[in-house]
Structure formats: C-alpha cells, structure tokens
C-alpha cells in the first residue's frame, strides 16, 4: 500500500512539473522596422533549446534548421528583391516570435568616434533638418551607450525604428546624410546601424583576425589573444568596444560601411595605415562580405591656419614645410586607398573658418554627401559621378617648375571657394594657395601655382631647381582652395618622403 502511494505521488508530480525549455531568442538587430540586405544572402540566427527544430519565414521563403549542442542556430534567406512594402518575418520554434514592417534595400553601418556619432541636433541647420527627417523608407538602429568587453558578446542593445523627426535627431548626422542620399537616388529602402563612441581610437574597434591580419600589429595580437572574461578593459583598449559594440551586430548582411574617426590616432603616420587595414579586414570577414564598401573620412581641418599670407595672426601662421598635426595621419587615410571598395571623404575645406578650434565641424550634410557620391560611383556603378576630389598621381620636373598630374578631376580643376552649406564656387581668376615647392636642400618656400588643363603647374623663384611639391601638408591648410568642376576638394598631398 505505501509503494502504490508513493507511485502515485510520483506520477502526480510528474505531470503536474511541466518541462522547463528555453523560448526561441534572437539579437536586438533582428527585430521589427529592420530593413534587410538586397542581393546578398541574409543570415538570420537565435538560440533556443539544444536540438530544438527553427522555422524561418519570410517573403516567400521557408528555411528550416536544428540548433545545435550549445542553443545557437541560423538559417540564411537566399538573395532577396529590394522592397518598400512592410512584410512579416517569423521565426518559430517551442515559440513563434514575429517581426514587423520590414522592407528590403541597402544596409550600411556608421561607425567611429565623435564626429559620426555627432547628431543632427547637434549640426548645421538642425531644426529645419530635424522637422524635414521624415523618410518611412529610412530604418535607424543606434547601438546605445559606450561599452566594452574583454571577449566578443553575443547578445547587445537596441532597435530599430522608422526614420521621422524624433527618432532621427538623436541619430549620426553624417550616417542619416549619407544614408537619406543613398535613398534619394537609389530610390530603394535603406537601413543605417550606428555604433560610436567619442574620443575613441581605432584600435579598440578591430577584431582580433584583423589585427592578425597585419603582420607589424604582433603586438595588439598578444596583447588582445591574452585577454580573458576577467580581464579589466576600457575604451582605449585594443577590440575592447569592438567586443561589445559591434560583434553583437554580426552577421547581420549589410553592403557596407562608413567610418569618421582618427583626431585619436592624430599623432600616428604609418602605423595608422596598418591599422586601418586591421580594421576594414576584419569587419568583411566578421560581416561574412570579402567585398564589404568601406569609406571614410579623412580628417577636417584643425587649429590655427596655415596660410601663405597671414591676415589675422590669432587665427593663421606661417610656414611652407608644413607637416605638423594631422598632416601625416591624413597622408596614411590617403594610402589606405589601396585597400579593394574603399573610398575617402576629403573635408579639409568643410571646417567653420571663424571657429578653427572647433574640433567638430557642424556642416555634416556635405560629410555624409561626400561619402554617398564614393558609394555611389563604387558601390553601385554610377560611372557618371565623379568619387572625389582630384587626389594626387604624380609629378614632373620641367626646368624650374613641377607640372603635378591627378585623378578625379572629373570636368576639369578650379579654384573654388566653399563656404558653408552653399555648394562651392569658382572662383573666376582666383589664385591657388597652400603649394609649396623646395629644391635639394629641402628648404620649403611658399609657391606660385597654375592650372594648366587637368594638372597644376608650380614654381618659385626661389627654387632655381625644384625637386618636390607639398599642397595642404598641414594641420589646417586654411586657404587651400584646389577643387574639380563637381565642386569636390582636393586631397592635401606631398612628393616628397623627407
């Protein structure tokens, strides 16, 4: 009789305790409003229950697949067609969780430190902008806070949202920019993920791989390799932000990137260089897209102008050598070309000219438009768009002069004059400033420059026997004023490696 009782009791008990599961999950990055990657397959991935059976619909498609030992699962969505119309995804499993109003385009991340995480209320002309935000096929996803990591996280913060006035002020004004150009002129939907900090370097934003990826980067591979859940890290240190703000992202399918950072890395010459290549390789493999756009750019102008004739001795000095400041960080983003599908932003000219100790230009609607017209001509084949300013291929020397060839002139070189938001001006007659020309004793005087069809031709006669050409090689090459007829300025440059 006590053996039935106890039988009995044990049944009881075992039916009424029901079986614990864990409920199908997935990241913040996967949620309503999202827009998803056109062209490319598109990871969508979770946990649940080890073993547990996940059905993925969406747009037609059904994928099926089993979670494995640890709960983790993914499905991928074969190539999708650009779409505005909102659609419904559901995943299901013990659970069914389904998303809302997701449309189909183009997805960049905006990521670096204060001047893309600046905001469009914290821009040029921001209450009209902020009023005028209003782009239902524009979805936002901002990474919220600064945080870091020691090892690369799974799971992080954030949600998207429709593109209107208030969710959008808060936003990367050159990411909403740059993405509201793309959507005018692509005319598809277009998803903007921003993730920065402020005051940050490049190297806490790099993966691991990528720093292997650079063999004179040994260093931060150790250092990095050594790292354990109870090491103490912050946000100087190398992948520690990458760990926890953007890795929680990956592998959500995207087209590419836009990045505005290095007034942190402003000392370095070419060890940013290595590291921007760190950088840019480990994103595409993270983000699974060996082809991964990837623009940025390259530093404003700075501090006191460096100008041949000085006006206004608060605001401007002298001195044709140049070299100080950011002038060989900007050198290095120029090399830096020579990664595949990158682009560079010139906005030496894009500085408030009244305010040069202003660390953060509030003309953000050119940043973002410069770095769309790259995208544009690269990304997306509009041959018909020049990319950039011209930018420097080479040199001759004609007898007591240098004849300087560039590419990007697009309809032919200019001197120009940009003065805020206005497009540039040529300026008709104008003379080009911040050339500077030396001989073999590497003596810099400031020099005469010409345009002479699509080259510059430059000379000094103080120079009987120029070897080498400086342009805007300065911190704030203040009065630079070489542009194409697209209205784009010209990178600052040198022939030189003194």
């Known amino acids: 009789m006590k053996n039935l009782c106890f039988l009995l009791l044990t049944c009881l008990i075992t039916i009424s305790v029901p079986v614990v599961q864990a409920a199908v999950s997935l990241p913040n990055v996967l949620g309503s409003n999202m827009v998803l990657q056109q062209e490319r397959p598109v990871p969508i991935w979770g946990w649940s229950d080890a073993g547990e059976k996940i059905t993925v619909s969406f747009a037609g498609q059904t994928k099926t697949t089993t979670a494995g030992k640890d709960g983790k699962w993914m499905v991928k969505l074969t190539s999708l067609k650009a779409s505005s119309d909102p659609r419904n995804l559901t995943v299901k499993g013990t659970n069914s969780i389904t998303l809302e109003n997701i449309l189909v385009g183009e997805v960049w991340i905006c990521s670096g430190q204060s001047n893309m995480e600046w905001s469009i209320r914290q821009s040029a002309n921001a209450k009209e902008e902020i009023e005028n935000a209003n782009y239902p096929q524009i979805r936002l996803f901002n990474v919220p806070g600064h945080t870091t990591a020691p090892l690369p996280q799974e799971k992080g913060k954030g949600n998207w949202t429709v593109c209107q006035s208030n969710t959008a002020q808060g936003f990367s004004a050159v990411g909403y920019y740059f993405g509201r150009r793309l959507n005018k002129e692509l005319k598809v939907p277009v998803g903007l993920i921003g993730s920065n900090w402020g005051g940050t370097r490049i190297e806490p934003w790099t993966t691991l791989d990528g720093f292997k990826s650079v063999p004179e980067l040994e260093k ?34 995207m087209r590419g990137g836009i990045w505005y950072q290095g007034e942190s890395n402003g000392s370095e010459h070419m060890s940013y260089y290595q590291k921007k290549h760190a950088l840019v390789k480990g994103w595409r493999k993270i983000f699974q897209n060996d082809d991964l756009g990837f623009y940025w750019v390259q530093l404003a102008n700075f501090r006191k102008a460096n100008v041949p004739e000085i006006t206004d001795p608060k605001k ?47 003309n953000k609607q050119d940043v973002g438009g410069r770095l769309a017209q790259w995208a544009l001509h690269q990304t997306y084949g509009k041959k018909g768009l020049v ?22 002139v697009g309809k032919g070189l200019m001197v120009g004059s940009k003065k805020g938001l206005a497009p540039t001006e040529e300026v008709k007659g104008g003379k080009l400033q911040n050339f500077a020309i030396a001989g073999e004793d590497k003596q810099w005087h400031w020099a005469e420059a010409t345009i002479d069809g699509d080259t510059v031709l430059v000379k000094s006669p103080k120079v009987k026997k120029p070897v080498a050409v400086r342009y805007a090689f300065t911190m704030n090459p203040g009065k630079a004023n070489l542009y194409n007829k697209e209205g784009l300025a010209a990178g600052p440059f040198r022939t030189d490696d003194w």
């Open 220 to 253: 931060l591979v150790q250092q990095v390799s050594g790292y354990t859940e109870k090491t103490r890290v912050g946000g100087r240190s190398p992948s520690a932000i990458y760990n926890s703000m953007v890795h929680p992202l990956a592998p959500f399918a």
């Open 387 to 408: 990319p950039s300013g011209p930018l420097y291929v080479g040199h001759r020397v004609e007898g007591g002069a240098i004849r300087v060839s560039f590419k990007h």
């Open 316 to 362: 401007e000095h002298s001195n044709p050598a140049g070299g100080d400041g950011w002038a060989k960080i900007r050198e290095a983003q120029t090399k830096a070309l020579d990664i595949p599908h990158t682009g560079m932003a010139i906005a030496i000219d894009l500085a408030d000219a009244h305010n040069p100790n202003d660390i953060h230009p509030r």
